[in-house]
């Protein structure tokens, strides 16, 4: 590996966990009025864009940080659905 | 190019309007209380360190979704900042 793939590999870790820290908010406030249910449409539909890419092409760093995704953005539309405000 | 790569740019692309919705919703509605600050200060560093990803690879379609999603999620910061609530 390259140094180069190194920062992939950093870029991939922090994609990861962007979503974890607005999980955590809303599950906390129970809260989330404020956040656009059409972000979280888009954001599973191009995170299952990037798994099938990722299975397709064997690349296992795509795989498993959409798969991490696509988890924490169904959790997310389910708080979306649940907490009324 | 192969049906995958394609399958590539449509997930860049998807990529690049995720927060589009979040944005105008954020605009509209001048309220952002829900939105989580270090999701948008994890969104920027994840977009950067991809971003020069891209420009080490000369990787015209990562540096474009990239770029796009670094000026859309510092226009996010901004409203989390201005607007109060």
Redesign the interface.
């Known amino acids: 590996m390259q140094w180069?793939d190194y920062?992939?590999l950093?870029?991939a870790a922090?994609?990861s966990?962007?979503?974890?820290?607005?999980v955590?908010?809303?599950w906390q406030?129970k809260?989330?009025?404020?956040?656009?249910i059409?972000?979280v449409f888009?954001?599973i539909?191009?995170v299952s864009?990037?798994l099938?890419?990722g299975i397709?092409?064997h690349d296992i760093a795509i795989i498993v940080a959409n798969a991490i995704i696509l988890f924490l953005s169904l959790l997310m539309l389910y708080f979306k659905l649940s907490f009324k405000k």
Do not use: C, E, H, R
Not at 17 to 22: A, E, G, I, K, L
């Open positions: 180069i920062v992939g950093f870029g922090l994609s966990v962007t979503v974890v820290p607005q955590i908010k809303a406030t809260s989330v009025g404020d956040l656009s059409w972000m888009i954001l539909g191009n864009t990037w099938f890419y397709v092409k």
